[in-house]
């Protein structure tokens, strides 16, 4: 990644990164697990204190080192060099979530074949035990699905992060946009809309607690891929005189948005069809919305295929960004070419992607401290490494880069009262709380 990308391209790329099955998948069942309107509320409040803040404070590390996480320590750290550049290796959180983000991908390619073939459940019940049999009993499907998308992914980064992606965000990203619009309007005209809004919207305060609190900031940070290195790594790229403020406003909007949408129309065909919000799972998305397009008739066939679609392709462009900046890193610090960096990347990625089929099977399953290790990766890293990760980049920023030299950076673009408030967020607001919401929770553990 030594070029730049051009400037539209670094926000398509950024977007592409930020959205994905993060807010299809992950969003709308956090949603039904942690309250509804309450969850909403933090993330979104988490989002824009939290997320914001350190989106801009790694930009400010990547684009002012233009290295690879570890490396942009080394570089911009005055003393204490070596310590710093192992904060730079928060980025194998993204390798971890990459294992498992995959497998997710893969459930989506065999619901867009499903659909392609007519085969989706016909109601909410029967759709939410063929979920659960996927991932319980189905090694084959998930197997050949998984092992499908990963070889799409690490081809797509051996392209160079560039060429490979720039051609698909332009295309995919706008027509997910257009279905999810579409399908918005149509659940609009149902009565299960009122009720997904009430459900969605309507503040509840008394849901409110720590356990939510940390799952809405791991949400933020995952969804905006934040404190493992990705945003450090694509800002290396960016280009001179780009407005990053806006970009940055832009891609927030836009990742927020999807989310919103996506979880509107998910939660309406949930209420439409009587289903209990707040069952445990990790399928609303797909006991929802498959349920919804078989009982389309040809319509749905075809929308079922296309929307399935593009959340592969969504998800993909995220993936892509989750093991660039480990390759960055390889190829930068040992000469490796970007094919050997790949290769030993892609072992590890399909190991763990492999465990963590098994780890939900019925007939392997295995337990790690009461998860599997398919929940272990994804509580690990966004309940974890990603928070610390985002704690680190904000000191970094706040106490280790000269407040002048980041002045410069920001001048064209925020001045004055605007950056002395985004100064304070960094140094003390943002990192504070994180470590409040940590503390609190951990305290709540013992
Ligand atoms: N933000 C993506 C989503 O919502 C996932 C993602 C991409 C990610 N790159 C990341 C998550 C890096 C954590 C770290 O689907």
Known sequence: MSSKFSKIGFILAVAGSAVGLGNAWKFPTLVGQSGGSAFILLYIILTLGVGFVIFLAELSIGKISEKDPVNAYKKLALKHKKAWSFVGFTMIGSILIVSFYTLVIGWVVKYAYLSII????????????????????????????????????????????????????????????????????????????????????????????????????????????????TIITYSASLPDRTNFITSTLNIIFINLLVGLLMGLVVFTFIFEFGYDPNQEGPGFVFVSLATLFQNLGLTGHIFGTAFFVSLVFAGITSAVSMIEPSAFYLINTFKMSRKKALFFIGTLVYILGVLCILSSLDSTQFKILGMSFFELLDSFSSKIIMPLGGILVAIFVGFVIKKETLKILFKPYMKGIFFEIWYLFVRFISPLAVVAVLITKLVGFV
């Open 118 to 229: 007519g085969q989706l459940p016909s109601d909410l019940k029967s759709s939410a035990l063929d979920f659960n049999f996927l991932i319980s009993h189905d090694f084959l499907s998930q197997f050949i699905c998984f092992s499908l998308v990963f070889f799409i992914v690490f081809y797509t980064v051996s392209k160079g992060i560039k060429n490979g992606i720039e051609r698909l965000n332009v295309w995919m990203m706008p027509s997910l946009f257009i279905l999810l619009i579409l399908m918005l309007i149509y659940a609009m005209t149902k009565d299960g809309f009122v009720m997904a809004l009430k459900f969605l919207f309507v503040p509840d305060f008394h849901k409110i607690n720590i356990s939510n609190t940390l799952e809405a900031l791991g949400l933020a940070f995952f969804s905006l891929s934040l404190g493992v290195g």
